[in-house]
């Protein structure tokens, strides 16, 4: 036994949006912390307006870079096991300064003298942790501010 067809109507509001009408991605985030629950709260905050990438340490955030990524920013926790923040940054140096350029720090707030001699120093931001996401997000949204009007894309 077979049942009469029944018309079907479509709606817009029910047919898939065209990819034009995706939001744009305003930069290209990596984070860099070995704390999966840090990584995965900051690529909830954060992907909204960006696209997030999360690794969990100095050497892996080094692989993509290696291998050619490039990021607007790069969100990187101080203290981690086998390479820390600042050992990152420094690799970075030798591997691809425009990348080192891009680093905001993320702590805890405790600091080897060493430490702080580095973040006496160097130029890049430092967020505290706990963290206030709304100030999370205006940190990352005027570095890439200051990488446009770098390249001049600001105008």
Do not use: W
């Amino acid at each position: 036994m077979s049942l009469p067809g029944v018309p079907v109507e479509v709606s817009p509001s029910t047919l898939p949006r065209p990819a034009t009408e995706a939001r744009k991605r305003e930069g290209r985030i990596l984070v860099v912390d070995d704390d999966p629950m840090v990584g995965t709260t900051l690529r909830r905050v954060l992907e909204r307006d960006h696209e997030v990438i999360v690794v969990e340490s100095g050497r892996e955030a080094l692989t993509l870079i290696g291998a050619g990524q490039r990021y607007d920013v790069i969100l990187c926790d101080v203290m981690m096991p086998q390479m820390t923040g600042i050992e990152l940054h420094a690799e970075l140096g030798r591997l691809a300064g425009d990348q080192q350029e891009r680093m905001i720090f993320v702590t805890g707030g405790t600091f080897t003298p060493k430490a702080r001699a580095f973040f006496d120093k160097a130029p890049n931001a430092l967020i505290e942790k706990p963290f206030n996401l709304r100030n999370l997000r205006a940190v990352v949204r005027e570095q890439l501010q200051l990488l446009r009007a770098g390249a001049g894309l600001d105008q």
